[in-house]
């Protein structure tokens, strides 16, 4: 059974740090290009984040550029996302998502919320 398991949400005040974490079971990461989104309360989920399989491109949506990292450990099966700088307006549902061609698979989300 695929399966995609974020963790290392969170409460935290704005301006610290978090790191989250998505583990691939049942498939190799290796295959796939990874990626981060976000859902925030009452809006639609929005892409933050993305890495290739080999880990040597990103891309990062505007409002996260410059303060959140993503990166991939394929010996361990996993992406991460270290989310520095943190404000409210990051208060979210973070998603992971792996896809490779017509092949798509999402976690079940992790909650951070950023106080002020």
């Known amino acids: 059974q695929v399966q995609l398991v974020e963790s290392g949400g969170g409460l935290v005040q704005a301006g610290d740090s978090l790191k989250l974490s998505c583990a691939l079971s049942?498939?190799?990461?290796?295959?796939?290009?990874m990626d981060w989104f976000r859902q925030a309360p009452g809006k639609e989920r929005e892409f933050a984040a993305t890495?290739?399989?080999?880990?040597?491109?990103?891309h990062y949506a505007n409002s996260v550029k410059g303060r959140f990292t993503i990166s991939r450990d394929n010996a361990k099966n996993t992406v991460y996302l270290q989310m520095n700088s943190l404000k409210s307006e990051d208060t979210a549902v973070y998603y992971c998502?792996?896809?490779?061609?017509?092949?798509?698979?999402w976690g079940q989300g992790t909650q951070v919320t950023v106080s002020s």
């Open positions: 998502r792996a896809k490779s061609g017509l092949d798509e698979f």
């Open positions: 049942g498939r190799s990461i290796s295959s796939y290009v």
């Open positions: 890495i290739s399989w080999s880990g040597d491109v990103t």
